[in-house]
């Protein structure tokens, strides 16, 4: 069956410092895959998606992810983490039809 | 840019009530959805839908009722409001082409059942 794993519940990062948010996925084909990030109170708002080519893929707010077919891995990177960047982060899988499949979030707090 | 609007930003309503939670987006899109969100569960799919007065059930889809007349509107019901579904409400939209995979969230409604 098709899931997602998101294995860090919270992670503390200081500003300035380099992120990772990890995702894990299980799924036969070649997936489609998101993060989205939900910031207190609102709804989620898509920061990249992936659904074939370059393995590495750019979004906004300066966040990467990369595709790792190996790992079944799609890790959510950013080089210098804004206290603005505080938020809860959602990797998701479309299956065959229309649904996405969530993980369960990571929430990122950041330290002065 | 997509806008997805949601009918309420906060609601409470009394056990035993009937809700109605209204979704409208304005981008022409087929699908649409309504997740519950709950602290450490995550997104929860209720319903979704793939056309007008098309409906399907999602992994929670006991107490809800969905409808959808119009493309651009999806309603989400509680028959009869129970205080387990106190939650973050959101609907999402989508296309069916490549270019439109992505899911669009609107802002949410809090709901609590008292």
């Known amino acids: 069956a098709q899931s997602v794993t998101q294995p860090d519940i919270h992670i503390t990062v200081s500003e300035g410092a380099s992120l990772e948010l990890r995702c894990n996925y299980s799924?036969?084909?070649?997936?489609?895959l998101f993060w989205y990030v939900q910031s207190p109170g609102q709804g989620l708002q898509l920061l990249l998606k992936y659904f074939s080519g370059d393995t590495l893929v750019q979004g906004i707010k300066g966040f990467e992810a990369e595709f790792k077919r190996s790992q079944s891995s799609f890790n959510l990177r950013k080089p210098s983490v804004h206290w603005s960047d505080a938020a809860e982060y959602f990797c998701a899988l479309r299956e065959a039809g229309t649904a996405l499949i969530f993980g369960k979030g990571t929430t990122l707090s950041v330290s002065s | 840019d997509v806008k997805v609007t949601q009918s309420s930003r906060y609601l409470v309503k009394r056990t035993g009530e009937k809700v109605f939670l209204e979704c409208v987006q304005d981008m022409d899109h087929e699908n649409m959805f309504w997740y519950r969100q709950d602290p450490g569960l995550g997104l929860r799919l209720i319903y979704f839908?793939?056309?007008?007065?098309?409906?399907e059930k999602g992994d929670i889809p006991e107490g809800y009722s969905v409808s959808r007349e119009k493309k651009e509107r999806f309603s989400l019901i509680l028959e009869s409001a129970s205080t387990n579904q106190t939650s973050m409400y959101l609907c999402?939209?989508?296309?069916?082409?490549?270019?439109?995979?992505?899911?669009?969230f609107g802002p949410g409604t809090r709901l609590t059942v008292t």
């Open positions: 999402a939209s989508s296309g069916d082409s490549l270019s439109s995979y992505e899911q669009y």
């Open positions: 839908s793939y056309d007008v007065k098309m409906k």
């Open positions: 799924y036969g084909a070649t997936p489609y």
